[in-house]
Nanobody, 122 residues
Framework: VQLVESGGGLVQAGGSLRLSCAAS????????MGWFRQAAGNEREFVGV????????YYANSVKDRFTISRDNAKNTVSLQMNSLKPVDSAVYYC????????????????WGQGTQVTVSS
């Protein structure tokens, strides 16, 4: 699966951004799709995941109630809607695909995008 993220950028604290991830190469609906982020000097951090059908989602406590993941299996896309952004949300955001039940460990993901930078100014 090839994954390409888009939608990153600079936003003020309290603002919103919507990231998208376009998939190609294999049957998209066979994969749970996760979002991770990595700030400079930090380890890659789980943000959230959506099941293969899109019927269930799970989020890190740090983003719960602010971020929403959705997917469109007909269009082979997954999105991350980020609201009420904070400076601590600044990071490179990655989408990833896992051929299994929705995992939170990055080691369970087989495919990764190149990442998109999100910067939240105070």
């Amino acid at each position: 699966v090839q994954l390409v993220e888009s939608g990153g950028g600079l936003v003020q604290a309290g603002g919103s951004l919507r990231l998208s991830c376009a998939a190609s190469g294999r049957t998209f609906s066979n994969y749970a799709m996760g979002w991770f982020r990595q700030a400079a000097g930090n380890e890659r951090e789980f943000v959230g995941v959506i099941s293969r059908s899109g019927s269930s989602t799970y989020y890190a406590n740090s983003v719960k109630d602010r971020f929403t993941i959705s997917r469109d299996n007909a269009k082979n896309t997954v999105s991350l809607q980020m609201n009420s952004l904070k400076p601590v949300d600044s990071a490179v955001y990655y989408c990833a695909a896992a051929p299994s039940v929705p995992p939170t460990d990055p080691w369970d993901y087989n495919y990764w995008g190149q990442g998109t930078q999100v910067t939240v100014s105070s």
